[in-house]
């Protein structure tokens, strides 16, 4: 984690520190003679704010340019839904383009897929290699936007 993430997170730290009990005192002298103790329990609580994080995630998201990977995270399985758009002058990571884009679901420009995967043994470790890859945690609006057109264009 960066300094600021630390920074932002100072009350979950403060509380991570009590429950290692290591108060106020005892962590500034830590800092000034154990450094390499300061940065296990930095590392540590950076471990354990990732496995919060992910155990939480629900959509996940990696866009470019051209396309857009668009994730639905479940307990037991992931959703994939792609979005490629073969207009070089359509910029799918602006809002413009992807208005543009759905907008434009049923021309041939655009591309859609759909895909579906069950988790292994480590769903937390799967979600994180997606991260490692490029794709950023998600409010899930716009697979929410794309999973609704592959519903409607079902029926």
């Known amino acids: 984690m960066t300094k600021e993430q630390f920074e932002a997170l100072h009350e979950e730290f403060a509380q991570f520190l009590a429950t290692q009990s290591i ?4 962590w500034e002298e830590m800092k000034r003679e154990q450094p390499s103790l300061v940065e296990e329990e930095l590392d540590l609580f ?9 155990k939480k995630t629900a959509y996940l998201e990696n866009t470019a340019a051209s396309q857009v990977f668009l994730f639905g995270i479940g307990t037991e399985t992931m959703q994939l ?24 679901l049923q021309e041939e ?9 069950a988790f292994g043994a480590d769903r937390e470790q799967e979600i994180f290699h997606l991260i490692q890859q490029g794709c950023t945690l998600s409010d899930g609006q716009r697979y929410r936007q794309l999973d609704s057109f592959f519903k409607t264009t079902k029926k």
Not at 23 to 26: A, E, L, R
Not at 46 to 54: A, F, M, P
């Open 23 to 26: 108060d106020q005192p005892q």
């Open 81 to 104: 839904r792609v979005l490629r758009c073969r207009r070089a002058d359509v910029d799918l990571s602006s809002s413009e383009g992807w208005e543009w884009a759905l907008q434009h």
């Open 109 to 117: 420009v655009i591309e859609l897929m759909i895909s579906k995967k």
């Open 46 to 54: 950076s471990d354990l704010i990732w496995e919060k994080t992910l």
